[in-house]
């Protein structure tokens, strides 16, 4: 670079060819520009090697997890409308099954109508049963039967096939740092191997005449070296792998052999020592002879840490840190850690506590401390907000995907919306994403963030359906809500939906159907409307629904009419959980899209062709996020591959 000082020909005593003092942004602008973009290392390695590193590939879902309806407590799987008028002043018998459902048991009898099963937590949710009661509200009776004296909703106590994690999903991004919450999710999908960033590989070396190391005799005038340990720890900290190589006196031919023999062996080289304008000060004038470009910054506006000197010699990163221990650190810390994290594929660090604005009312049980899991997104006017993420208390991803916690006191029995609390970090690293989208979820969505996220950007996705996206980007809290929202009125879809300071942008079209297995009679090779008829026709079709809120349970809705069938109360959340309903035999037939249904190998009968569009927060156009996801979403790349994953573009 033409305006950096040449060092190649200063002299121990030609001081005014010292250095050019820049500013931190532009030392730091100047480092980056030079080392990327970069491919970077990739190793394969087991989970158990595995922690700590970051991923560099996308993870996707091989499996539904859970990959079976299950239910989350100890008790009784029920019909629900059994027990619609169940109260204490008019208790409900149930027969009991001649079976009891262990976790790994198969369920061999149907739930018929005032029957019930005994179920452990975990157990398989049997045909016919759409909730679970807990054995503590129940009174056993004589003759195989119990009592109920409370009503329950349908879903009540099940966790649903792929509410947890959803087969054809990016289960995690690239560039995720695998810790012990994403091995757990790792393993839960069955994966045993991944695609890692390989650790940088970084030698270290002090110099000076001064220096002993620990554990020797401390001669007269000589210090111990500390800046070797403390350096070496600290690469260690920020995901590189450190070889430390000694200290080496002030002589310029020792010193530049072990400089070589350093970079012939590692990734990266950082030094301390030899950067000043001292006649001793040797490191800097050796860079220019180990490879080009050679030194790119020589002199920072720090105090401390004014002497730093950065280069690159053939690739290789090479850092002469200020000699002493405070000033090495603080530029390490400051200047250097961002570069190495970056060489490693990890994010940059940030606090430990924030304060966030929790948007909506949490409830909470009265005696009790809870600790709710929370993901950090930034509101309309730049504060943080915490939304809660469980999923229940089995999912493994209500730790995994959360940044931090916030907690409820004993004496609350709940957290109003709107309420300024302190959220702890789960890590370090945490940071608030650069895009965040808020509503109906579809394997879709990955396809077109895919490419934002390789661009360097976080992207945070939360499910709360189509109404839910709407009503979080009313309050500024996202960017993007993806809806599929169909309107009897205009007959169009999403747009009689959007409320002032929000704009449609046209997204894809994914055709919705019914879905069957295989050879079943009802339903193979007829219309949409001549297989429902006989669905309907046939008491002993059981049909699997979507919960209240979705765009798919309005299109069953006006397919269905006034008709409900058997099987109508059972709404799972997703389309994943109705094909694994489907196709495990708990039901005959529902409704999802085509993509998913394909990956379920079961029968299609095309309904209609559903626009799932994205309402955009006005407020929030210009941000670099959306900018990237528009740009996603429009580009031929993105297109093509989401027609090959079977969707439409508009």
């Known amino acids: 670079m033409s305006d950096v000082t040449d060092l190649s020909s200063s002299l121990p005593g030609d001081q005014d060819q010292f250095l050019t003092i820049l500013s931190r942004e532009e030392v730091l602008a100047r480092f980056e520009d030079a080392l990327f973009p970069r491919p970077l290392p990739v190793d394969t390695v087991p989970l158990a090697d595995a922690l700590s590193l970051a991923l560099a590939t996308d993870v996707m879902a091989p499996i539904d997890v859970p990959p079976f309806d299950r239910s989350s407590v100890d008790g009784f799987a029920v019909r629900s409308d059994d027990l619609a008028q169940a109260g204490e002043g008019a208790p409900v018998r149930l027969a009991l099954n001649n079976e009891t459902i262990a976790c790994g048991t198969a369920p061999k009898q ?123 720890a600290a690469i260690a900290e920020n995901g590189g792998n450190p070889i430390f190589m000694g200290s080496y006196p002030d002589e310029e031919d020792v010193l530049e052999q072990g400089m070589r023999a350093a970079l012939a062996r590692a990734d990266m080289l950082v030094l301390s020592g030899g950067t000043s304008k001292g006649a001793g000060d040797l490191s800097h004038r050796i860079i220019p002879r180990l490879g080009a470009p050679g030194i790119i910054a020589h002199g920072v506006a720090l105090k401390p840490g004014k002497p730093l000197c950065l280069a690159v010699c053939d690739g290789k990163p090479v850092v002469i840190l200020p000699g002493f221990p405070t000033s090495a650190m603080f530029t390490f810390h400051d200047i250097i850690v961002p570069v190495l994290r970056r060489l490693a594929g990890l994010p940059l660090r940030t606090d430990t506590t924030v304060e966030a604005t929790v948007p909506v009312r949490i409830a909470s049980e009265l005696g009790r401390t809870e600790f709710v899991m ?70 879709g969505l990955d396809v077109v963030t895919a490419p934002v996220v390789r661009e360097g950007l976080s992207v945070r996705s939360i499910s709360v359906g189509s109404l839910g996206g709407l009503a979080a980007a009313r309050r500024g809290e996202c960017d993007l809500a993806p809806i599929h929202l169909f309107d009897d009125k205009t007959d169009t879809y999403n747009t009689p939906f959007l409320a002032p300071g929000l704009t449609l942008v046209p997204g894809y079209r994914r055709m919705q159907g019914i879905v069957f297995r295989p050879g079943d009679a009802r339903f193979e090779g007829k219309t949409p409307e001549a297989a429902v008829a006989a669905a309907l026709a046939d008491a002993s079709c059981l049909m699997v629904n979507r919960n209240q809120g979705a765009g798919t349970r309005i299109l069953i809705d006006r397919l269905l009419g006034d008709a409900r069938p058997d099987g109508y109360w059972n709404q799972p959340r997703s389309h994943n959980a109705v094909a694994a309903a489907v196709a495990q035999g708990r039901a005959d037939w529902g409704v999802t899209i085509a993509p998913v249904a394909k990956a379920a190998e079961l029968g299609f009968l095309p309904l209609t062709e559903e626009h799932y569009d994205f309402a955009l927060v006005d407020a929030r156009a210009k941000r670099p996020g959306v900018k990237a996801f528009l740009a996603s979403l429009h580009s031929d790349e993105t297109r093509k591959a989401l027609e090959k994953a079977g969707f439409r573009p508009a």
Do not use: W
């Open 110 to 232: 149907i739930v018929q109508p005032g029957t019930a099963t005994p179920i452990a937590t975990g157990g398989p949710i049997p045909r016919g049963a759409d909730a679970v009661v807990m054995v503590e509200h129940t009174q056993p009776l004589a003759n195989d039967a119990i009592e109920v004296r409370r009503a329950i909703s349908p879903g009540h106590f099940i966790s649903y096939a792929g509410s947890d994690i959803a087969r054809g999903e990016v289960l995690m991004h690239k560039g995720t740092v695998i810790g012990s919450r994403e091995i757990g999710m790792l393993a839960a999908c069955g994966i045993a191997r991944v695609n890692v960033v390989r650790r940088p590989v970084v030698a270290v070396i002090s110099t000076g005449d001064e220096l002993e190391q620990p554990g020797t005799p401390l001669r007269p005038a000589a210090v111990y070296d500390t800046n070797g340990p403390i350096v070496t």
């Open 374 to 443: 929370v993901s950090l997104v930034e509101g309309a006017d730049g504060e943080l907000i915490s939304y809660p993420t469980g999923k229940g208390s089995g999912a493994i991803t209500s730790f995994a995907q959360a940044d931090g916690f916030l907690r409820i006191e004993a004496l609350a029995d709940q957290m109003p919306a709107g309420t300024k609390t302190d959220v702890t970090l789960l890590t370090p690293h945490v940071r608030v994403p650069d895009l965040v989208i808020v509503g109906s979820h579809c394997t």
